[in-house]
């Protein structure tokens, strides 16, 4: 159920979604964990429902199994990614803000080691910090620093060693004359990407902590 939930149309070939489930086992066994596992999706669908309801939920039409009828499935990852491409065609704060609001965490988390999950988790989290850094800096083209601010401090709450943010988070606690800040801010920053990569800041970062520590910044 989940696998069709994530598949464009919610539907997959019986073969694909047999060699995603049971990679390891040969095609008369795939086909039988197939049946018991429709079965076993229907019973659980049906105690929803009834038993002819769950049967049109999960129909197996010729060698395609699919999820719902059409236009009976609202799935939330769904309603997130179209929210994106909305809030990034509007450019609107307010689009962008709805959008954000939308992700509700990493997906699937009791799936953390299922390989069919692990793409698809990680393309919706960098969509969603990506909206953040778009957001922040709408609200920073409007003046609206603190709200920049504010928006930032949630991409770091998902990824800590997002240099990006650090270095904007620096650069707007500048422009509100929290000088203090910005500099910790970076110090934050080289802590966390020496502890987690043993690396240090780019020459970008560093060179904004110079002209903020030396007062050339803002320009």
Known sequence: VKLLALEPGHRMHRERLTDVLWP?????????NLRYALHHARHTLALASDS????????????????GVEGSLAVDVEAFEEAARTARYSRSVRA?????NLY????????SYEAWAEDRREELRRTYLSLLLELAALYEDRGEYDAA?????????SEMAHEEAHAHLMGLYALLGRRGEALEQYERLRKVLKRQYATEPTAESRGIYEEIKTERFPP
């Open 24 to 32: 390891e086992l040969e095609e008369k066994a795939q086909a039988n």
């Open 96 to 100: 962008y803000r709805a959008a954000s």
């Open 52 to 67: 002819e309801t769950a049967a049109r939920l999960l129909p197996l039409r010729g060698k395609l199994v699919e999820l």
């Open 104 to 111: 509700a965490g990493e997906l699937l988390p009791q799936d």
């Open 149 to 157: 601010v504010v928006t930032l401090r949630k991409v770091l709450a």
